[in-house]
């Protein structure tokens, strides 16, 4: 059974930072593209970085370029989003999803290009 589970949520202070994990089972993730998306009660989600099948490629919305990175560990079947310089309008359910892809080089932010999704972690910025 393919599954993404998400870990590393929680309650942080502004300014500080956490790890969030998406780990896979039930297939290896080594031809698929992952992205992590963020939603808040009463809105889209919204699409806050993806990565490329070997990693090669990362993109990032503006609201968080500079703050967050995604990497990959493929032989631990698991995609990371370090998030340092919290902010309170970070709140929300972080998710991650997954598609197949043979591209290597390109990735895609929105919800719409991914058919696998984890149940999502909470992410709480507040002091």
């Known amino acids: 059974q393919l599954q993404l589970v998400e870990s590393g949520g929680g309650l942080v202070q502004p300014g500080g930072s956490l790890r969030l994990s998406c780990a896979a089972s039930g297939f290896t993730l080594d031809w698929y593209a992952i992205g992590w998306f963020r939603q808040v009660p009463g809105k889209e989600r919204e699409g806050v970085s993806c990565?490329?099948?070997?990693?090669?490629?990362?993109s990032y919305a503006d609201s968080v370029k500079d703050r967050f990175t995604i990497s990959r560990d493929n032989a631990r079947n698991t995609v990371y989003l370090q998030m340092n310089g919290l902010k309170p309008e970070d709140t929300a359910v972080y998710s991650c999803a997954s598609i197949i892809t043979t591209t290597q080089t390109m990735c895609l932010m929105s919800p719409y290009d991914y058919d696998h999704w984890g149940q999502g972690t909470q992410v709480t910025v507040s002091s």
């Open positions: 990565i490329s099948n070997r990693g090669s490629f990362t």
